[in-house]
């Protein structure tokens, strides 16, 4: 198959090293005293019947035979044994002889396991052995991902329905590792290398990661035009680095198609290796269908899919050969499709390729949005490459978008990776859909690659009248938050609506799955049905019976229309409509809550709180929930019974998977709207327009004693207040009215003293969140997660800071020189989850610009474009190229070290960035700085040197009163204005 991604691999790089792993008795030429070979063990599952094992001379080749004694509708057999230790991140490769004498197809798989009967961490790849009776070579290759390094298995298994009489030989097993590739290219934002037009920020960025035979080589990375030999822009990347960050500006680029290719190279120039990608730049169109904000959109409205699965031909004859068994009319397409349809369902995965003419003529007018599913489509079912069966129909409005590859486990992720690539580069204004069933499989991924932009979770364990549901909400949630750090993708749910292994899931299962899905972040809903079709006797081994279709008891074939889920539909469409402002443009409310297994939402949307609640189990369960002021009223939809709130709490009884929806109307207060003309100062929010000139970077007080020693006794505010209270009137006789106070928690901030001084002085102070660096983080830092960080300085922006719950209008964050060190990674990634939830812009005290850019990097992952970033100290950086780099990313450029003594050389810098970048560039002068611990705090640095003496330069420098009114009033209104949130 011809991808979007190619490799070349020349001079003696080969394939890489191999190297033999030991086996033990790999030929077999060992027994027990039973017969069986020494060194391996069989174990078997469910009560299924023990194939015999014996090692034999089989045609000139000693193997071992499984003779499998009698029928049985699943043999769950495994045969192992315990590898040596393996190496770090290596690609397994297992050769191996077999001969099959089986009645029919049977299923194979190789597997390198934690335990036995390929448990979790598992590398499985299943194989379709030849069943000629002949001697074969097998092959199979897994990179080893999450596998224990040591005490793992390596093991063949059955799972299968076997006949008596089935035989299998195995011989000669032999395995390799091989390291990890040479060089590795990813997109990183966006991940599927499509920018739109209309996106916040107009840059490609990505990793190169190489390999450990790729020591002393260059790496480099260049964009093209398509058709074009020479590069528009070229980053080297260093020699033997193993992961690195690239980024391309793209925002002057002309519309199109773009390769971004990566070379390692020797010292003399000789290309080793290559790996290239396919971009694009685009217009969106009315029929473009893609992911911004965390939400799918079709044109250029956010859309709320409620879809299913294998609504296609091959449904109608499987329907139509049991309907003749039981003498009932055919069905024909028209009449599916406009059940479908009348069922409420919009979306419909077609099973399995791309739907005839007819199909999709007919599908558009039923309204249907069709994913064709790549399962079907490429070389390996037997067709033509997968690019050149898309391409026809790449810009198709009847098709809404590609179903990737399905359930990617950790051996196919690479594949699945390479068919979102395949799709992305001949199809751009096509969505990209598959699903996990092990959503923590996309964690391996590592925000360098992608493989689809809506992420489905399909969590198909849980078959049984009394199944615990509440790991649906657990699987989206995570799916969730990696969305959150890895750039424009979205999360759907694929609730389970058919027998396999188990009964039908019941209504209350069904709707409770949908509502897990939406409380904990998708957008998208699924319900996974299929036209089963089970042999000659319905249901036999999966422990299914047709108990369930209760509109056609007699059917042998389970199909979703003769079911009692089928009438959910349309009651489930009306409820996902009404909540579609929720579920597209909700804003969290601060709440805290006592729900134990219940899971829940409380948010806001078009100014309307909502409380949503579930019982994922069996059993009833309570909740209780307390608002940040009075409950007026409270409710119920959608069936909901009444509820009963006193004060700020409401407490809720759920019965087994019941569902309650409540509208909450609570006191005006705890509705809050954003607006982008406004600031949050420590009196509140205010027009930052009509406050004067402001400075974005300056300090009242700081205590650098440490976060183990720091507290408010330390100092004497009111000695504080004393000394700086004329510094501040100072500033605001200059004119300026509106200063950034950038001392965070740890060091010194005290919003509580801030508002004393903005009341006394007249100046509006802005306090913040987040904080600085080692050492002046709190102990917890290192151990919490980002998330964990992320909510603490969330819940600042929400209900405020201390007992005066002072709102901070901004976050404030840290980051040493070279690269981020892990905490620095998370700090970021937590301001870049605040920012998501509250809107609030990132400041980022960072003096080197490759640690700023990738900070930008981090933020991206994140879908947190980089305009929410302020460069603090960016004057600190000599390489003016790493300030092109950041402006054209979206970030803004502070130069906020303007003094006296060094009033020339930024005055030249401030020139020259105005005449490129004078809509993202903030001035201020980093003053003040009351030092805690020295009499009367130390030298204070006066407040009003820049706008009396540095403002005066500008102009007889030639700069416009318009430009100096920009660098002191629009770009900083416009830099921390609040912004409506991207989401949770």
């Known amino acids: 198959m011809r991808l979007a991604a190619t490799l070349l691999m020349l001079g003696t790089m080969g394939a890489g090293w191999t190297e033999a792993l030991p086996l033990t008795n790999s030929d077999f030429a060992q027994v027990d005293a039973s017969g069986a070979p020494d060194g391996w063990t069989l174990s078997t599952w469910y009560d299924c019947p023990v194939p015999r094992v014996s090692v034999t001379e089989d045609g000139g080749q000693r193997a071992v035979c499984f003779s499998f004694p009698q029928d049985a509708p699943v043999y769950t057999v495994s045969f192992h044994q315990t590898l040596p230790d393996l190496p770090e991140r290596p690609t397994a490769r297992i050769r191996f002889r077999y001969r099959a004498t089986f009645a029919g197809a049977r299923k194979l798989s190789v597997a390198i396991s934690g335990a036995p009967g390929c448990n979790l961490p598992c590398n499985r790849v299943w194989y379709t052995a030849t069943a000629d009776g002949q001697w074969h070579d097998g092959e199979v290759a897994m990179p080893l991902r999450r596998v224990n390094r040591q005490g793992s298995v390596l093991e063949f298994t059955f799972n299968d329905a076997f006949a008596a009489g089935d035989r299998f030989y195995l011989a000669a097993v032999r395995m390799e590792v091989e390291p990890p590739p040479a060089l590795t290219l990813g997109f990183t934002s966006p991940a599927s290398g499509v920018l739109f037009t209309d996106a916040p920020w107009q840059a490609l960025a990505g990793t190169v990661c190489t390999g450990p035979q790729a020591r002393d080589l260059r790496a480099r990375v260049s964009l093209f035009a398509e058709g074009r030999k020479r590069p528009l822009a070229t980053r080297d990347l260093g020699v033997g680095e193993q992961s690195a960050s690239w980024t391309f500006g793209m925002g002057a680029r002309a519309l199109g198609r773009y390769r971004v290719v990566a070379t390692l190279t020797t010292r003399d120039g000789a290309v080793v290796a290559a790996q290239e990608l396919t971009a694009w730049r685009l217009k969106p169109r009315p029929d473009t269908t893609r992911v911004v904000g965390g939400l799918v959109y079709h044109g250029d409205q956010p859309v709320v899919l409620l879809g299913t699965y294998h609504v296609c031909d091959n449904a109608v004859l499987a329907v139509n050969r049991e309907n003749e068994r039981l003498g009932l009319p055919p069905l024909d397409r028209d009449a599916m499709l406009a059940g479908v349809s009348a069922a409420g369902l919009d979306s419909a995965f077609f099973s399995w390729g791309i739907p005839s003419e007819d199909y999709l003529d007919a599908a558009a007018r039923h309204g249907h949005r069709t994913i064709p599913e790549c399962a079907g489509i490429g070389r390996e079912w037997g067709g033509a490459p997968l690019e050149e069966q898309v391409a026809p129909y790449a810009d198709d409005p009847r098709i809404f978008a590609w179903g990737g590859w399905d359930e990617p486990t950790e051996t196919t ?137 209760s509109g056609n008891p007699k059917r042998q074939r389970w199909w979703l229309p003769d079911s009692d889920l089928w009438r959910e539909m349309p009651r489930l469409r009306r409820e996902l409509d009404r909540l579609a402002p929720l579920i597209l443009r909700r804003e969290p409310l601060s709440v805290t809550a006592e729900t134990g297994a219940v899971q829940y939402l409380v948010a806001q949307a078009e100014g309307q709180g909502y409380l949503v609640a579930v019982n994922p189990q069996a059993t009833p369960n309570a909740a209780t929930f307390a608002f940040a002021s009075a409950v007026r009223r409270l409710r119920p939809l959608f069936g909901t019974p009444p509820a009963t709130s006193r004060g700020t709490g409401v407490s809720l009884s759920l019965g087994p998977y019941e569902v309650q929806v409540y509208r909450v109307d609570l006191e005006p207060t705890t509705v809050r709207r954003s607006k982008m003309a406004q600031v949050m100062t420590v009196n509140g929010p205010m027009d930052p327009r009509v406050a004067g000139w402001a400075l974005t970077h300056e300090h009242v007080l700081v205590d650098f004693i440490g976060a183990d020693r720091i507290g408010p006794g330390r100092y004497d505010p009111d000695e504080v207040f004393a000394v700086m209270l004329p510094y501040l009137r100072a500033l605001k006789a200059a004119g300026v009215g509106l200063l950034f106070e950038c001392t965070p928690e740890y060091i010194g901030r005290d919003p509580a003293l801030l508002r004393r001084l903005s009341e006394a002085s007249g100046v509006a102070l802005v306090t913040n969140t987040g904080w600085y660096k080692d050492p002046f983080l709190p102990a917890w830092a290192h151990s919490a997660t980002a998330e964990e960080i992320a909510a603490r300085w969330i819940g600042e922006a929400r209900d405020g800071i201390g007992p005066e719950q002072i709102q901070p209008g ?90 006296e003594g060094n009033a020339a050389e930024r005055l030249a810098l401030v020139r020259a960035a105005l005449e490129r970048w004078p809509e993202q560039l903030l001035i201020s002068q980093d003053a003040g700085w009351y030092h805690v611990g020295e009499p009367g705090g130390g030298d204070v640095a006066r407040l009003d040197w820049l706008p009396r003496e540095f403002v005066p330069m500008l102009r007889q420098a030639g700069v416009s009163e318009a430009s100096v009114q920009q660098l002191l009033i629009e770009n900083p209104a416009r830099a921390f204005g609040l912004r409506e949130p991207l989401g949770p």
Not at 415 to 439: D, I
Not at 443 to 471: F, H, K, N, W
Not at 505 to 529: C, E, H, K, S, W
Not at 874 to 897: F, I, K, V
């Open 413 to 549: 992720l690479d594949r699945a990776v390479e068919v979102y690539r395949g799709l992305k580069s001949v199809s751009p204004h096509k969505l990209v859909v598959n699903t996990f069933h092990q959503p923590d499989v996309m964690d391996l991924l590592e925000g360098q690659a992608m493989t689809a932009d809506l992420i489905l979770v399909d969590v198909y364990d849980i078959r049984r009248p009394d199944s615990d549901l509440s790991r649906v909400g657990h699987a989206v949630a995570h799916a969730a938050a990696y969305a959150r750090r890895h750039g424009d993708l979205a999360v759907g749910v694929t609730p389970q609506a058919f027998i396999y292994f188990g009964p039908e899931p019941t209504p209350a299962q069904l709707r409770a799955q949908i509502y897990l899905g939406m409380v904990n972040g998708a957008t998208a809903f699924f319900p996974y049905a299929y036209v089963e079709d089970y042999g000659e006797q319905p249901f036999a081994g999966h422990g299914g019976n047709p108990d369930g279709m």
């Open 810 to 899: 901004f976050i404030k964050i840290a980051a040493n020189e070279g690269d981020l060190s892990d905490i620095q990674r998370k700090i970021t990634t937590a301001a870049g989850l605040t920012s998501r939830a509250t809107g609030l812009t990132i400041a980022s005290h960072t003096t080197q610009g490759r640690t700023a850019l990738q900070q930008v990097d981090v933020l991206a992952e994140l879908g947190v474009p980089a305009s929410r970033l302020v460069w603090v100290h960016a004057d600190a950086e000599p390489d003016l190229e790493l300030h092109a780099r950041m402006a054209q990313r979206g970030a803004w450029l502070s130069y906020d070290g303007i003094r």
